[in-house]
């Protein structure tokens, strides 16, 4: 039996922020709910509350949602209308394909002012004679009644005749009680013969017991077969099922839905992926065991140098550091992806207080540092220097050292600069339309000149 649970409520109010106190619609539909529960107490709001294709037998626990407007129970198991009076606000009700049989009931809509749209369609009491008539003449205030508009003439012509319409459902009503009395033994005889036939076969499950028994002793078994004949008394007794003809009736429809569900349940473990083995990290005696379920790759190197383990892991480049958890042990190292584990095993002990994990930030590579327990000595080698080294550090030696030198007086003469351009020529062309202009010539001064130093210059 499935319930109304908070839970369910929450998932179901997403479009409101997961809160329930302050919701207006929701939908419940295709839940195999079988009872009407708690939303009274939870959404004192709703305002629309869809619950179709369920299992559930009575209106019920909905008289305090004031503000209840729209209730849909199409394709449920509905045989009265009760429990909403107190419903004020309800203008709409959907009871499609229900098994309504008391009509009557409906006189429970009569003081909802504003009520306006029933839909009854597919229930029993629709093939009741003067039914159309009786419901328009017993609620006034409805505008539609299975889709159809109610015609002004169509009421005046219901209410003239409602006293005897009303006679005439109640002898149907009571028919057809009696008729849903007789298929309710139908249905209680039919079940003891099956609970009966079951008690009957019961010495076939102890041979198969024997014989799993035998099996198991070490007799080899056959399961292609077993299975073989085990799906084809299912799929006989699922024709057989299907084809049984029953009533249309509330307890037929809780039937075929156990029945799909064993069928679905039968689906879900039939493709259900095989248990995965226990994650095994040690052997039985305690040693460490190389494991690599994430199957990535990875470098072990071994610097003797610096006398330590290096552990390169190809994380994944793109996930997240917070995912990555490595552990450092003294005869092991292990490394969880995403829950996923790889371990390896060294081959010597190792500091863990001192190891280190670094990651890249280019590759998203992970390596990890970790120094042996016991440090080997060894004395250092020389560094072998190659011959371009030697020769610099040749010259190197050779600029130190002083060393004066007997230079001759030629090697400090400088460059001629003015003998860079030839001589020039002695005749010089001047250009087309130039005249050459000569020298103005000094003339020399005569005998009689006196140069007095008083006399100022000629300006």
């Excluded at 606000?89 to 409906?106: A, C, R, W």
């Excluded at 799993?212 to 080899?220: C, W």
Aim: some cysteine.
């Amino acid at each position: 039996m499935v319930r109304i649970t908070e839970d369910l409520v929450r998932k179901r109010a997403e479009h409101n922020n997961l809160e329930i106190s302050t919701l207006e619609e929701i939908s419940l539909h295709q839940q195999d709910i079988e009872k009407i529960e708690n939303l009274d107490r939870w959404c004192r709001d709703l305002k629309i509350l869809y619950l179709q294709s369920n299992l559930i037998p009575k209106i019920e626990n909905v008289g305090r949602l004031k503000k209840l407007e729209y209730l849909n129970l199409a394709l449920n198991n509905v045989e009265k209308i009760e429990n909403l009076e107190n419903c004020e606000m309800l203008q709409k009700l959907d009871l499609t394909v229900n098994f309504v049989g008391e009509l009557t009931s409906i006189e429970c809509l009569k003081n909802l002012a504003h009520f306006r749209e029933l839909y009854l369609t597919g229930n029993p009491c629709t093939e009741y004679e003067g039914y159309r008539e009786y419901v328009v003449a017993t609620l006034p205030q409805l505008k539609y009644l299975d889709g159809k508009i109610i015609e002004k003439s169509e009421r005046i012509k219901s209410m003239q005749d409602v006293g005897v319409l009303k006679g005439y459902i109640i002898e149907q009503q009571n028919r057809h009680r009696k008729k849903r009395e007789k298929e309710k033994e139908e249905i209680r005889r039919h079940e003891e013969m099956k609970e009966k036939s079951k008690k009957g076969t019961d010495w076939y499950t102890d041979v198969n017991g024997d014989q799993k028994d035998s099996q198991d002793a070490g007799e080899p078994r056959e399961l292609n077969t077993e299975e073989e004949d085990d799906e084809e008394m299912s799929a006989e007794k699922d024709k057989k099922f299907w084809d049984e003809e029953v009533p249309f009736t509330p307890e037929s429809r809780v039937a075929v839905h156990e029945h799909m569900k064993k069928l679905k349940q039968k689906d879900e473990d039939k493709n259900k992926p095989p248990p995965k083995q226990p994650r095994r990290l040690f052997a039985d005696d305690g040693r460490p065991l190389n494991v690599n379920e994430a199957k990535i790759d990875f470098t072990l190197t071994e610097d003797e140098s610096e006398n330590c383990f290096l552990l390169d892991v190809a994380c994944f480049k793109h996930m997240d550091t917070s995912l990555i958890d490595c552990d450092v042990q003294p005869n092991y190292v292990r490394v969880s992806l995403k829950g996923k584990m790889f371990q390896l095993c060294l081959t010597e002990e190792v500091n863990a207080d001192s190891s280190t994990a670094k990651r890249s930030q280019i590759t998203g590579h992970l390596l990890v540092t970790m120094p042996k327990a016991k440090p080997v000595i060894k004395p250092a080698k020389p560094k072998a220097e190659s011959s371009s080294e030697n020769k610099e550090n040749r010259q190197r030696g050779n600029r130190n050292t002083h060393e004066k030198l007997e230079v001759d007086a030629s090697a400090h003469k400088t460059v001629d600069i003015a003998n860079i351009v030839k001589e020039k020529m002695d005749k010089v062309v001047p250009p087309l339309g130039h005249k050459s202009r000569q020298k103005a010539q000094e003339r020399p001064n005569s005998e009689s000149f006196v140069d007095d130093p008083d006399v100022p210059p000629l300006e």
